[in-house]
Protein backbone atom coordinates (compact mmCIF):
# COMPACT_ATOMS: atom_id res chain seq x y z
CA UNK A 1 0.00 0.00 0.00
CA UNK A 2 1.02 3.56 -0.91
CA UNK A 3 1.68 6.15 1.35
CA UNK A 4 1.26 9.81 0.04
CA UNK A 5 4.45 12.03 1.31
CA UNK A 6 3.96 14.85 3.23
CA UNK A 7 4.91 17.82 1.15
CA UNK A 8 7.59 20.33 2.31
CA UNK A 9 5.93 23.34 3.17
CA UNK A 10 7.60 27.01 3.28
CA UNK A 11 7.22 28.24 7.04
CA UNK A 12 6.52 31.67 6.54
CA UNK A 13 3.83 31.05 3.97
CA UNK A 14 2.43 27.26 4.50
CA UNK A 15 2.45 27.05 1.16
CA UNK A 16 4.03 23.78 -0.44
CA UNK A 17 7.39 24.38 -1.70
CA UNK A 18 6.92 23.21 -5.30
CA UNK A 19 4.19 25.51 -5.95
CA UNK A 20 5.77 28.38 -7.60
CA UNK A 21 5.35 32.05 -5.80
CA UNK A 22 5.63 34.98 -7.42
CA UNK A 23 8.64 37.88 -5.73
CA UNK A 24 8.87 41.14 -7.23
CA UNK A 25 12.15 41.68 -8.97
CA UNK A 26 14.56 43.32 -6.35
CA UNK A 27 12.38 42.84 -3.60
CA UNK A 28 14.11 41.27 -0.15
CA UNK A 29 13.90 37.79 0.48
CA UNK A 30 11.23 38.31 3.38
CA UNK A 31 9.52 40.04 0.66
CA UNK A 32 5.53 38.55 1.07
CA UNK A 33 4.98 35.88 -1.96
CA UNK A 34 1.59 36.16 -3.68
CA UNK A 35 -1.08 33.62 -2.64
CA UNK A 36 -1.34 30.10 -4.28
CA UNK A 37 -4.90 31.17 -5.47
CA UNK A 38 -3.55 34.19 -7.73
CA UNK A 39 -0.27 31.80 -8.74
CA UNK A 40 -2.86 29.04 -9.85
CA UNK A 41 -5.45 31.83 -11.78
CA UNK A 42 -3.95 30.52 -14.87
CA UNK A 43 -3.89 26.56 -14.36
CA UNK A 44 -8.17 27.24 -14.12
CA UNK A 45 -7.85 29.13 -16.73
CA UNK A 46 -6.56 26.68 -18.84
CA UNK A 47 -8.36 23.52 -17.46
CA UNK A 48 -11.50 25.82 -17.50
CA UNK A 49 -11.01 26.03 -21.74
CA UNK A 50 -9.76 22.01 -21.64
CA UNK A 51 -13.16 20.91 -20.52
CA UNK A 52 -15.37 23.35 -22.50
CA UNK A 53 -13.52 22.07 -25.58
CA UNK A 54 -13.94 18.07 -24.78
CA UNK A 55 -17.37 18.85 -23.67
CA UNK A 56 -17.96 20.62 -27.37
CA UNK A 57 -16.27 17.05 -28.71
CA UNK A 58 -18.40 15.23 -27.06
CA UNK A 59 -21.58 17.07 -27.73
CA UNK A 60 -20.97 17.00 -31.29
CA UNK A 61 -20.17 13.07 -30.89
CA UNK A 62 -23.86 12.85 -28.96
CA UNK A 63 -25.39 15.03 -32.04
CA UNK A 64 -23.56 13.10 -35.05
CA UNK A 65 -25.03 10.10 -33.78
CA UNK A 66 -28.09 10.71 -32.72
CA UNK A 67 -28.16 10.03 -28.91
CA UNK A 68 -29.53 12.90 -26.28
CA UNK A 69 -27.29 13.53 -24.49
CA UNK A 70 -26.89 12.54 -20.54
CA UNK A 71 -26.31 16.34 -19.26
CA UNK A 72 -28.53 18.21 -17.81
CA UNK A 73 -30.53 20.74 -19.39
CA UNK A 74 -29.64 23.95 -20.22
CA UNK A 75 -31.62 25.92 -17.21
CA UNK A 76 -29.82 23.30 -14.82
CA UNK A 77 -26.36 24.41 -16.02
CA UNK A 78 -27.40 27.83 -15.43
CA UNK A 79 -28.23 26.83 -12.04
CA UNK A 80 -25.37 25.01 -11.28
CA UNK A 81 -22.50 27.98 -12.80
CA UNK A 82 -25.06 30.18 -10.01
CA UNK A 83 -24.06 28.01 -7.37
CA UNK A 84 -20.00 28.12 -7.99
CA UNK A 85 -20.21 31.72 -8.83
CA UNK A 86 -22.15 32.21 -5.16
CA UNK A 87 -19.58 30.08 -3.20
CA UNK A 88 -16.75 32.00 -4.83
CA UNK A 89 -18.11 35.33 -3.81
CA UNK A 90 -18.74 34.78 -0.55
CA UNK A 91 -15.26 33.00 0.02
CA UNK A 92 -13.37 36.23 -1.33
CA UNK A 93 -15.44 38.17 1.12
CA UNK A 94 -14.83 36.14 3.72
CA UNK A 95 -10.88 35.78 3.31
CA UNK A 96 -10.99 39.54 2.50
CA UNK A 97 -12.77 40.46 5.89
CA UNK A 98 -10.45 38.19 7.83
CA UNK A 99 -6.84 39.56 5.99
CA UNK A 100 -8.69 43.15 6.71
CA UNK A 101 -8.73 41.97 10.63
CA UNK A 102 -5.38 40.87 10.81
CA UNK A 103 -3.28 43.41 8.80
CA UNK A 104 -3.65 47.23 10.46
CA UNK A 105 -2.38 48.27 7.62
CA UNK A 106 -5.15 47.96 5.52
CA UNK A 107 -7.80 50.60 5.07
CA UNK A 108 -10.60 49.56 7.20
CA UNK A 109 -8.90 47.64 9.22
CA UNK A 110 -10.19 47.05 13.23
CA UNK A 111 -8.08 47.38 15.80
Not at 35 to 46: D, I, K, L, W
Amino acid sequence: MNTPKAVPKDARTGVPEDVPTAVPKGAPETAPRAAPSVVRAGHFTRHAALAFVAGALMGAVYWALSVPSPAPPLLGLTGLAGIVAGERIVTAVRDRRSRRRLDPHLPGAHS
